[in-house]
């Protein structure tokens, strides 16, 4: 790694940390830049580990040392801020002092993830990066084998996402489904039993479910809002439910994926 010192928070080596807490500008940054933010020196490692090239990285002056057996190795450059630049750059006091941007890993197929998978958790349209993170920490531990995040959810790289995750978003293998369709096929030609959680009346309960599981499962969760849309709920192959008492109905999507992975593993 090659330690730089900054002083000034409007270098412009810093931009890729700039106005962190505005979420449109991260949203039309990062995908067109092809970078993530990954916030602390446990996330940086992980993702590091996962084959994740940092561009950069921001740490304050007092955390070089904790960055320098995470990248040290690395032809990476590491800008050494005091800690009001650091604040100033991103918007926000850097409690954890360290933060990387880094490169986005091209996105493996679908088949390519579900190969010699036995569960998997599907995604579809959530919303909110804090549930994604959340249900990435709840496959990891848990152990789904793979995560597959529809075209309208929210983004598990986004920077709120792996903070929630605890990292674990590297070490889960996930990919985007850019068809339903085809994900369908894909899933169906790797003898996937699809099962959607939903509220319906002729659904199957979960405790049933698992006491006579297939070999191979895919669950799927739905948004926050109004759950499983229409066409993933008519192409599942079974329609789950998580039996509830005292008048609730549902429970939040990242709780109800954790619920269902572990009576599913368990």
């Known amino acids: 790694m090659r330690l730089v010192p900054v002083t000034d928070a409007d270098d412009p080596r810093l931009d890729d940390y700039r106005g962190l807490t505005d979420t449109a500008l991260r949203t039309i940054r990062e995908p067109a830049g092809g970078l993530y933010i990954a916030e602390s020196t446990k996330v940086i490692a ?57 490169h986005r890993p091209e996105l493996p197929t679908v088949r390519d993830v579900i190969d010699g998978a036995s569960v998997v958790l599907i995604l579809e349209n959530i919303g909110d990066h804090t549930n994604v993170g959340a249900a990435f920490r709840a496959a990891a531990g848990l152990g789904a084998d793979a995560v597959l995040v529809s075209p309208g959810g929210a983004d598990p790289l986004y920077r709120r996402s792996v903070r929630v995750s605890m990292g674990t978003v590297f070490q889960v293998p996930w990919t985007r489904i850019t068809d339903w369709d085809a994900a369908v096929a894909d899933l169906h030609a790797a003898r996937f039993d699809i099962a959607a959680l939903a509220l319906r009346d002729d ?18 969760m739905g948004s926050e809002g109004d759950g499983l849309s229409r066409t993933v709920i008519d192409s599942a192959d079974t329609v789950v439910t998580i039996p509830m008492s005292g008048g609730v109905d549902s429970l939040n999507v990242a709780s109800a994926a954790a619920v269902a992975l572990w009576a599913v593993k368990g």
């Open 46 to 102: 992980r993702a590091v580990a996962a084959g994740h090239r940092p561009r950069s990285v921001l740490v304050q002056e007092r955390r070089v040392e904790d960055i320098r057996g995470i990248v040290g190795d690395l032809d990476v450059p590491v800008y050494v801020v005091p800690d009001d630049v650091a604040e100033s750059v991103t918007g926000f006091a850097v409690h954890r002092g360290t933060i990387a941007s880094m």
């Open 203 to 220: 659904a199957v309960t979960l405790d049933a479910y698992v006491a006579d599981r297939p070999e191979r499962v895919a669950l799927v």
